[in-house]
T-cell receptor
Framework: QKEVEQNSGPLSVPEGAIASLNCTYS??????FFWYRQYSGKSPELIMS????GDKEDGRFTAQLNKASQYVSLLIRDSQPSDSATYLC?????????????FGQGTILTVHP | KAGVTQTPRYLIKTRGQQVTLSCSPI?????VSWYQQTPGQGLQFLFE???????NKGNFPGRFSGRQFSNSRSEMNVSTLELGDSALYLC????????????FGPGTRLTVL
């Protein structure tokens, strides 16, 4: 079983819709979770970090974390064509895993006008 | 603050050669992590340095090595290059001793012929 599983893509949504990206992870002790966005040919860009169960909102983005279910999601409201990118979820393993982000394989999102 | 910088941005080498990549973290950041990104394997952790000490290492052969200087700049070296080393090499910096939120540089695209 992979350490981080993201919902298979590609995901296509119309402009203005809500895009929902999901991620499950295997390490029950993980404490820190992150969503990155990566445009084609570019490096990952941090969207949001989340550490506690519940929701965290930042503009059009909302991250949801459920540690009991080992599940983290990202909702993008009012999706724009500029949101078209690969979205990567990642976590820092519990314990002495200094600096080691474990990434999912990514979900390609396309927002069409 | 200026972001993470990496040099060179592009590199072409032949099999058997060695290569050194450089990374300058965000000012004040003391933790630098390195990742390899390929289409098949995704983003994989190479190693992390904090205050000139390697604290964590991923599952890569000994041909991959790194170091960090007193000004937090870091270098990674790959010796005896193989075709499979062709990848985007990313470094990321963090400002916490626990190496939490990481910010990525633009990456170095290495092509091995």
């Amino acid at each position: 079983q992979k350490e981080v599983e993201q919902n298979s893509g590609p995901l296509s949504v119309p402009e203005g819709a809500i895009a929902s990206l999901n991620c499950t992870y295997s390490d029950r002790g993980s404490q820190s979770f992150f969503w990155y966005r990566q445009y084609s040919g570019k490096s990952p860009e941090l969207i949001m970090s989340i550490y506690s169960n519940g929701d965290k909102e930042d503009g059009r983005f909302t991250a949801q974390l459920n540690k009991a279910s080992q599940y983290v999601s990202l909702l993008i409201r009012d999706s724009q064509p500029s949101d078209s990118a690969t979205y990567l979820c990642a976590y820092i393993e519990a314990g002495t895993s200094y600096g080691k982000l474990t990434f999912g394989q990514g979900t390609i999102l396309t927002v069409h006008p | 603050k200026a972001g993470v910088t990496q040099t060179p941005r592009y590199l072409i080498k032949t099999r058997g050669q060695q290569v050194t990549l450089s990374c300058s973290p965000i000012s004040g950041h003391r933790s630098v992590s390195w990742y390899q990104q390929t289409p098949g394997q995704g983003l994989q952790f190479l190693f992390e340095y904090f205050s000139e000490t390697q604290r964590n290492k991923g599952n890569f052969p000994g041909r991959f090595s790194g170091r960090q200087f007193s000004n937090s700049r870091s270098e990674m070296n790959v010796s005896t290059l193989e075709l499979g080393d062709s990848a985007l090499y990313l470094c990321a910096s963090s400002d916490s001793e626990g190496a939490d939120t990481q910010y990525f540089g633009p990456g170095t695209r290495l092509t091995v012929l």
